[in-house]
């Protein structure tokens, strides 16, 4: 269910539940980084406000968000008093304060968080900030950075070699990471698995067949809805957006 608050926030929850008893509130709409925060929620279907702002707008350099995270990044979380950055950190940080549905992979042995954390570091590190960002920087925004067709293409050459790496663990792309268990990790490689079809790197078939397992998921196709700056949720019902949260 989705009501509409002002121009820019939306409550997504349940019947039953009001914006002003939600502890969630989420800053950002349509990047893949924030996506990943859209699904971890709707996975474990957490009631929430997305304030739909966007990077590059100004939305993310007005006085007001500054105060909330002087980085001027998306996503921006907020649980409470608490304020979190970084998709990563933020659905981890979800997957360890709330009770993880049937079927997902939420450990709480350290040697087995410890393999999610490996998964996740090595997204973010090798798949996330080393090639996809340096080909966003170069091609998308190169009238920023400039233009690097080189390194574009280097970074592309880095992310099929590393992607490689993951077909043991998924076997014939009929497993999560963690076998029958879905993960935060899942969701990060998966975002990064969207995000590099998007810009032609092709990817290997059992890889491919693990991508459709993911994207098959309900939760990912709420996720896309809720992050697509270009579908705006019907105002069922408009309420005053507590203070709060605006």
Known sequence: MSQTIDGSTVFWGSVGVAP??????????????????????AEFGLPYLSHRIQ????ETMTPAYLKLNPRHKIPLLRHRSRLIAESAAIIQYLSETFEAPHGFYAPCDPGERAGVFQWCYFVMSELDGNTLYVIRRHADLSHIYGEAPTAVESAKAYFREQIETVEPAIGAGTDYLF?????????????????ALSVGIQLPDSVMAYRRLTTARPAYLQARRRNDPAIVPPPESRVAAPEDVA
């Open 20 to 41: 002003k008893d939600v502890s969630l509130a989420l800053w950002g709409i349509g990047t893949a980084r924030v996506f990943r925060v859209h699904w971890m929620l």
């Open 55 to 58: 990077s590059r707008t100004g």
């Open 179 to 195: 076998g029958a268990g879905f993960s935060v990790a899942d969701i990060l490689l998966t975002s990064c698995l969207d995000w």
